[in-house]
C-alpha cells in the first residue's frame, strides 16, 4: 500500500463492517456522480445512456426521458412497456413550476361487476385477460413530448428501435425476475413465444422446452421494433386507432377478454396539479390519486413533530414512529384513494398538517397499533415497476414511473406486437360502494408514483422508489435519510430499507389489518433495534427483496447535477 494512502486510511475513523472502505460511511455502495451539464438515471445501464445521447443531440430532459423509457420497455420487460401505465412530474425552468401528467387507463367499458360475481369471483385475477386496463404509456409520451419535447418522437425512439432488432446483452437481476415469471405466465397466448427461448428439458428453469433469456445473453425483439416502428411513423393513433389497435382487438375476443378498439380509441391521459406538503422547509411534491403519492406526504406530517435526528437512523424510534405512521397513512389510503372521476378523494384534508396533529395522537411511543381505522370515510402488493428521472442543461428535470404493475403484467401479449399487457385492473375492490369498487370505463387504485422536491420555490429533488405498497414508504425513507439523518444521496438509496406490510388495501378483498401487521426490516439494522421493536408489540420478519427501486437526481449548488441509482438494481447514474 502507498504510504499516503495508508495514511488517510489510517486517519479514518473505525467504522462498521458493511462502512465504505475509503470514506468510512456506513451505507454508501459507491459515491454519488457529479455532471456539470446533465443527467440521467434509471434502472439499465444502456438506458442511461440513451437519455444522455438524446441530449447531447439538442433533445430536451423530456425527449430523453421519452427515449429512455421507450429503451426500458425493451430491456427490463419485467417491469414496464408500452402494455403499462407512466406518471410523471416535469420541473419546466421557463415557467418554473411543475407540471403532472396521469397517464393511467381505464378498465374495459364492456366488462362489468356483474361479470366477476358471475364467475364467482371475490377478487380480481393477477393475470390472463380480466386484469388488463387500457395501457396509457403512449399517450403520456406523446403529450409530454407535445408540451416539452424538442426532438421528432421518431429520432426519441430510434434508440429503443434499433436495439429492439439488433439485441442487446440482459443484465443479472432482468434475469432473475424474467425466469422467474416465465412459469407463470407461459399458459397465456402469445407469451411462450415472444419472450422466451428455447431450452433442453434438463436446463434449469426450463418450461415446456422455453425459458427466459439468461444474464449476459442478447435479447432481440424484432415484433417490438415494428411496434415502434409504427408509433414512430404514425404518433400516437398508430397504437390506439390504427392496425395495432385493431390486432389487439381482435386478440382479446378470441382470449375471453373485454379489452376492445373502442377503449382503446377513446383513451386519454390527463395533466394534473401535483399536490404538495411542507418537510422541514422542504416541499414535496406528488401527483393526486387515483395514485397513492399522498401517502407520502401523510407520513412525513405524521413525523415532522419528532427529533428524528436525535433518535438516530436504525433506532428503535426511527423505526417505530415511521411505521406506526404509515398505518395511519394507509387506512386513509385504503379508504378514499380512487379515480376522481368516481370518487372525490379529500386531498386537501388528508395532506393539511391540522389533520395529522389529529391523527398523530393515535401514535404510541410503547405499543404498535394492531388496527387503524381511516380518519375520514367511516366505512371504509406484489408489484414490479421502473423508475428513472433525467435533467437537461437547460434546467428542466424529469421524474417519470412507468409499470406494468404485477412483474411482467397479465401474461397476455398479442402475437407479433412484443409487448405484454399490464395486469393493473386487479386493483379494484369487487365491492358495491367502495371508492375503488370496480366499474366500466373507470381507472383503478395506482402504486406507481413519481416524486419531486423543491426548496424556496427552486428545484431540488426528483427522485422516486418503485416497488408496489413500497413506494410511499421509500419516498418518506429517502427524505429522512436526507434531512433528517444527513445522509448524501447515494447513500440514501443504499441505507437498509423499511417495509411494513399488512395494512388495509385499496385493492382486492380489502381485508382490514387486526393484527398489525408484518414488519421488514433490510439488513443492517441492529438486533437492538429489532428486540426493541418485537418488545412494542411489532411483528418483525427478515425479506430479501421487497424494498423497492430507487434512482434520483438533485441539483448541485455549485452548478450541475448529482445522481444516485439503486444498488439493489442493474441500474447507472451518469451525466456529461
Same mark, same amino acid.
Given at each position: 500500500m502507498r504510504p499516503l494512502i495508508a495514511a488517510l486510511l489510517l486517519a479514518l475513523p473505525l467504522a462498521s463492517p458493511a462502512a465504505d472502505r475509503i470514506t468510512g460511511k456506513p451505507f454508501a455502495t459507491r459515491s454519488e456522480v457529479y455532471a456539470p451539464h446533465a443527467m440521467a438515471a434509471t434502472s439499465h445501464p444502456l438506458a442511461t445512456q440513451v437519455a444522455l445521447d438524446v441530449m447531447k443531440a439538442g433533445g430536451s430532459a423530456v425527449d430523453a426521458a421519452i427515449a429512455a423509457n421507450a429503451a426500458l420497455g425493451l430491456m427490463e420487460p419485467t417491469g414496464n412497456g408500452v402494455g403499462g401505465d407512466l406518471f410523471a412530474i416535469v420541473w419546466d425552468p421557463k415557467t418554473r413550476k411543475l407540471h403532472g401528467y396521469n397517464g393511467s387507463g381505464r378498465s374495459p367499458k364492456a366488462l362489468t361487476l356483474a361479470e366477476f360475481q358471475r364467475r364467482g369471483l371475490q377478487a380480481i385475477p393477477a393475470h390472463g385477460p380480466l386484469p388488463v386496463t387500457v395501457p396509457g404509456t403512449v399517450d403520456a409520451w406523446f403529450a409530454l413530448h407535445q408540451r416539452f419535447g424538442r426532438r421528432s418522437m421518431a429520432d426519441n425512439l430510434a434508440p429503443a428501435i434499433g436495439y429492439a432488432r439488433d439485441g442487446h446483452p440482459v443484465h443479472e437481476v432482468i434475469a432473475y425476475y424474467w425466469g422467474r415469471s416465465v412459469p407463470t405466465l407461459s399458459k397465456w397466448p402469445g407469451f411462450s413465444e415472444q419472450f422466451t427461448v428455447p431450452c433442453g428439458a434438463k436446463e434449469t428453469g426450463c418450461t415446456n422446452g422455453r425459458r427466459g433469456p439468461r444474464t449476459g445473453e442478447t435479447w432481440k425483439n424484432p415484433h417490438l421494433a415494428a411496434t415502434l416502428g409504427a408509433i414512430a411513423r404514425g404518433g400516437r393513433d398508430a397504437f390506439y386507432k390504427g392496425d395495432i389497435a385493431r390486432r389487439i382487438d381482435a386478440?382479446? #375476443?378470441?382470449?375471453?377478454g373485454f379489452l376492445a378498439y373502442d377503449d382503446l380509441a377513446a383513451h386519454k391521459g390527463e395533466w394534473v396539479e401535483p399536490v404538495s406538503t411542507n418537510y422541514r422547509g422542504f416541499d414535496v411534491w406528488e401527483l393526486p390519486p387515483n395514485g397513492q403519492g399522498i401517502a407520502a406526504l401523510q407520513i412525513l406530517n405524521l413525523l415532522e413533530p419528532y427529533d428524528l435526528k436525535a433518535y438516530g437512523f436504525g433506532s428503535p424510534e426511527h423505526v417505530h414512529l415511521f411505521t406506526e405512521a404509515k398505518k395511519l397513512a394507509f387506512a386513509d389510503r385504503a379508504a378514499s384513494y380512487a379515480d376522481p372521476d368516481y370518487y372525490r378523494t379529500p386531498v386537501a384534508?388528508?395532506?393539511? #398538517?391540522?389533520y395529522a396533529r389529529e391523527r398523530g395522537k393515535l401514535i404510541s411511543m410503547e405499543r404498535a397499533m394492531k388496527?387503524?381505522?381511516?380518519?375520514?370515510?367511516? /366505512?371504509?402488493n406484489e408489484g414490479d415497476t421502473i423508475y428513472m428521472t433525467v435533467a437537461d442543461a437547460d434546467g428542466m428535470m424529469v421524474s417519470l414511473i412507468q409499470s406494468n404493475y404485477r412483474?411482467?403484467?397479465?401474461?397476455?401479449?398479442?402475437?407479433?406486437?412484443?409487448?405484454?399487457?399490464?395486469?393493473?385492473?386487479? /386493483?379494484?375492490?369487487? #365491492?358495491?360502494?367502495?371508492?375503488?369498487a370496480f366499474a366500466p370505463g373507470k381507472r383503478p387504485f395506482h402504486t406507481i408514483i413519481p416524486a419531486f422536491v423543491t426548496k424556496d420555490g427552486k428545484p431540488w429533488l426528483s427522485y422516486g422508489v418503485m416497488g408496489g405498497a413500497m413506494q410511499p414508504q421509500g419516498h418518506v425513507q429517502i427524505l429522512l435519510n436526507l434531512i433528517d439523518f444527513g445522509m448524501?444521496?447515494?447513500?440514501?438509496?443504499?441505507?437498509?430499507?423499511? /417495509?411494513?406490510?399488512?395494512?388495509?388495501?385499496?385493492a382486492g378483498q380489502a381485508t382490514a389489518m387486526a393484527d398489525g401487521g408484518e414488519l421488514d426490516l433490510e439488513s443492517g439494522f441492529p438486533y437492538e433495534t429489532v428486540r426493541a421493536l418485537m418488545r412494542k408489540g411489532h411483528s418483525v420478519r427478515f425479506a430479501d427483496g421487497p424494498y423497492g427501486g430507487y434512482q434520483a437526481i438533485m441539483v448541485n449548488p455549485h452548478g450541475g447535477y448529482i445522481g444516485a441509482s439503486e444498488s439493489r438494481k442493474d441500474g447507472q447514474a451518469a451525466g456529461y
Amino acid at each position: 500500500m502507498r504510504p499516503l494512502i495508508a495514511a488517510l486510511l489510517l486517519a479514518l475513523p473505525l467504522a462498521s463492517p458493511a462502512a465504505d472502505r475509503i470514506t468510512g460511511k456506513p451505507f454508501a455502495t459507491r459515491s454519488e456522480v457529479y455532471a456539470p451539464h446533465a443527467m440521467a438515471a434509471t434502472s439499465h445501464p444502456l438506458a442511461t445512456q440513451v437519455a444522455l445521447d438524446v441530449m447531447k443531440a439538442g433533445g430536451s430532459a423530456v425527449d430523453a426521458a421519452i427515449a429512455a423509457n421507450a429503451a426500458l420497455g425493451l430491456m427490463e420487460p419485467t417491469g414496464n412497456g408500452v402494455g403499462g401505465d407512466l406518471f410523471a412530474i416535469v420541473w419546466d425552468p421557463k415557467t418554473r413550476k411543475l407540471h403532472g401528467y396521469n397517464g393511467s387507463g381505464r378498465s374495459p367499458k364492456a366488462l362489468t361487476l356483474a361479470e366477476f360475481q358471475r364467475r364467482g369471483l371475490q377478487a380480481i385475477p393477477a393475470h390472463g385477460p380480466l386484469p388488463v386496463t387500457v395501457p396509457g404509456t403512449v399517450d403520456a409520451w406523446f403529450a409530454l413530448h407535445q408540451r416539452f419535447g424538442r426532438r421528432s418522437m421518431a429520432d426519441n425512439l430510434a434508440p429503443a428501435i434499433g436495439y429492439a432488432r439488433d439485441g442487446h446483452p440482459v443484465h443479472e437481476v432482468i434475469a432473475y425476475y424474467w425466469g422467474r415469471s416465465v412459469p407463470t405466465l407461459s399458459k397465456w397466448p402469445g407469451f411462450s413465444e415472444q419472450f422466451t427461448v428455447p431450452c433442453g428439458a434438463k436446463e434449469t428453469g426450463c418450461t415446456n422446452g422455453r425459458r427466459g433469456p439468461r444474464t449476459g445473453e442478447t435479447w432481440k425483439n424484432p415484433h417490438l421494433a415494428a411496434t415502434l416502428g409504427a408509433i414512430a411513423r404514425g404518433g400516437r393513433d398508430a397504437f390506439y386507432k390504427g392496425d395495432i389497435a385493431r390486432r389487439i382487438d381482435a386478440y382479446f #375476443k378470441a382470449h375471453d377478454g373485454f379489452l376492445a378498439y373502442d377503449d382503446l380509441a377513446a383513451h386519454k391521459g390527463e395533466w394534473v396539479e401535483p399536490v404538495s406538503t411542507n418537510y422541514r422547509g422542504f416541499d414535496v411534491w406528488e401527483l393526486p390519486p387515483n395514485g397513492q403519492g399522498i401517502a407520502a406526504l401523510q407520513i412525513l406530517n405524521l413525523l415532522e413533530p419528532y427529533d428524528l435526528k436525535a433518535y438516530g437512523f436504525g433506532s428503535p424510534e426511527h423505526v417505530h414512529l415511521f411505521t406506526e405512521a404509515k398505518k395511519l397513512a394507509f387506512a386513509d389510503r385504503a379508504a378514499s384513494y380512487a379515480d376522481p372521476d368516481y370518487y372525490r378523494t379529500p386531498v386537501a384534508t388528508l395532506v393539511s #398538517k391540522a389533520y395529522a396533529r389529529e391523527r398523530g395522537k393515535l401514535i404510541s411511543m410503547e405499543r404498535a397499533m394492531k388496527a387503524a381505522e381511516p380518519g375520514v370515510i367511516p /366505512q371504509l402488493n406484489e408489484g414490479d415497476t421502473i423508475y428513472m428521472t433525467v435533467a437537461d442543461a437547460d434546467g428542466m428535470m424529469v421524474s417519470l414511473i412507468q409499470s406494468n404493475y404485477r412483474g411482467m403484467g397479465s401474461g397476455m401479449a398479442p402475437p407479433g406486437l412484443g409487448f405484454i399487457f399490464q395486469d393493473r385492473g386487479e /386493483q379494484f375492490v369487487l #365491492k358495491e360502494g367502495h371508492p375503488n369498487a370496480f366499474a366500466p370505463g373507470k381507472r383503478p387504485f395506482h402504486t406507481i408514483i413519481p416524486a419531486f422536491v423543491t426548496k424556496d420555490g427552486k428545484p431540488w429533488l426528483s427522485y422516486g422508489v418503485m416497488g408496489g405498497a413500497m413506494q410511499p414508504q421509500g419516498h418518506v425513507q429517502i427524505l429522512l435519510n436526507l434531512i433528517d439523518f444527513g445522509m448524501n444521496l447515494q447513500e440514501a438509496g443504499d441505507a437498509p430499507r423499511i /417495509q411494513h406490510d399488512g395494512s388495509t388495501e385499496p385493492a382486492g378483498q380489502a381485508t382490514a389489518m387486526a393484527d398489525g401487521g408484518e414488519l421488514d426490516l433490510e439488513s443492517g439494522f441492529p438486533y437492538e433495534t429489532v428486540r426493541a421493536l418485537m418488545r412494542k408489540g411489532h411483528s418483525v420478519r427478515f425479506a430479501d427483496g421487497p424494498y423497492g427501486g430507487y434512482q434520483a437526481i438533485m441539483v448541485n449548488p455549485h452548478g450541475g447535477y448529482i445522481g444516485a441509482s439503486e444498488s439493489r438494481k442493474d441500474g447507472q447514474a451518469a451525466g456529461y
